[in-house]
């Protein structure tokens, strides 16, 4: 695992044509006020959408591209 700012990658593969990465985020250095203090990249917990709108970019931008969002079930 390899952490940075915003992200504990647990994998970082290279690909014929790019890389597959998957990781986790962490509160740390988001803009959500509490409850959600810090890094909400959630829409589902009734945090202010324009505020997660806000982290997600803050964490697009920190990793390059776009980040693909799944729900835990």
Do not use: C, K
Request: proline letters at 5%; a neutral charge; zero cysteines.
């Amino acid at each position: 695992m390899t952490r940075s700012a915003l992200v504990e990658w647990v994998a970082d593969i290279s690909v014929p044509g790019g890389r597959i990465r998957a990781g986790f985020t962490s509160r740390a250095g988001g803009v959500s006020r509490a409850p959600f203090a810090g890094l909400n990249v959630a829409h589902h917990v009734g945090d202010d959408p324009a505020t997660v709108e806000h982290n997600r970019a803050l964490l697009a931008e920190h990793i390059g591209q776009r980040p693909v969002y799944m729900d835990q079930v």
